[in-house]
């Protein structure tokens, strides 16, 4: 009798210990394939910072900001990183998601230009060709970029291309320019160079367009019934982001190690631009991840002027800063 409830004390307390130590899983969709505007999530996991925060996250690729609004919407991943604009455009069709960290605090639109053919300032960008993808952000948001800069972006002859097809099609020079993210410089300026071709830059925000993009979002429904796991994740990743601006180098080895199949020197490369958007005035005194609501009301405002935004979508509507810890980065 004695060693049959010893037996059922130790299965007590075996079960007990299991419970204590089960971890909250968590889906985590990505924007795009892992690059280096993702070092601060790999570091996360790889210093243990997940593990710590007793959270098991499954990292998923994404295939495009606006598909991983609707994964997080509909539930098929709890936490997703994607730009503002997607997530403005959805909540006006339903898809009830807010950002809640952000990571770029400086946007990264920008249109790369061949040297060399008269194009100097963007008004020459008149009458030239223009690589984009139909419906990406940066594209939509050229009128505002053209005004900003002071001519009109309608000039400018749009020529539809796959993201996959822009490099290429700007170093063999079949257009003039194309539009995309500062974090694809580093293979826009190796392909220029491998070309033997001068490649320069015109970034959004110089000419007055300076709007929140990418960062992390969640549901309604999540947001709400799972609060603290959330508030553990951006805590947990936002330590990652800190860790990785103070300790590059050893963030490029663990996202290598997770993903050996990637150049060292590009995601790198990546990493680096991604810091320049990071570290401003306000995320140096706020903290990493800090939405400031007068620059998302701004945001909602451009992206209303200039995409299809159906429903009344208010800033309260896109976004909470009731998950975000102060975290400021070393650098």
Not at 240 to 265: L, Q
């Amino acid at each position: 009798m004695k060693r049959y409830v010893l037996f059922i004390a130790a299965v007590a307390l075996f079960g007990c210990c299991e419970r204590a130590s089960a971890k909250d899983k968590v889906l985590f969709s990505l924007n795009w394939i892992p690059y280096g505007l993702h070092y601060g999530i790999f570091a996360a996991e790889g210093q243990g910072f997940y593990d710590a925060a007793g959270l098991e996250l499954d990292i998923q690729r994404g295939y495009g900001s606006g598909e991983t609004v609707k994964r997080v919407a509909i539930g098929s991943a709890e936490i997703g990183m994607a730009d503002m604009a997607s997530v403005i455009v959805g909540r006006g069709n339903g898809l009830l998601v807010k950002q809640i960290a952000v990571i770029l605090d400086r946007s990264g639109d920008a249109i790369y230009y061949l040297k060399g053919t008269g194009i100097s300032a963007p008004k020459d960008l008149a009458g030239r060709t223009l690589g984009a993808t139909a419906g990406e952000t940066s594209l939509l948001l050229l009128p505002a970029f053209g005004s900003g800069a002071g001519f009109d972006a309608k000039a400018i002859n749009i020529v539809n291309l796959t993201p996959p097809a822009k490099i290429p099609s700007l170093v063999t020079r079949k257009v003039d320019s194309m539009v995309t993210f500062t974090t694809e410089e580093p293979a826009v300026l190796a392909g220029g160079q491998k070309a033997n071709i001068e490649i320069g830059r015109f970034l959004f925000s110089d000419y007055g367009v300076d709007f929140y993009s990418i960062g992390l979002i969640a549901n309604d429904e999540i947001l709400e019934k799972k609060a603290d796991v959330v508030k553990r994740v951006v805590d947990a990743t936002m330590r990652g982001y800190a860790w990785a601006i103070a300790n590059p180098e050893a963030a490029a080895d663990i996202f290598v190690k997770r993903f050996p199949e990637s150049s060292r020197d590009l995601t790198l490369a990546q990493w680096k631009i991604t810091m320049q958007h990071m570290l401003t005035e306000r995320t140096r005194t706020r903290g990493l991840g800090y939405i400031d609501r007068e620059k998302m009301a701004k945001t909602l405002e451009l992206i209303k002027k200039y995409q299809d935004v159906k429903g009344d979508v208010g800033v309260a509507d896109v976004y909470s800063m009731n998950f975000l810890s102060p975290i400021k980065a070393a650098n």
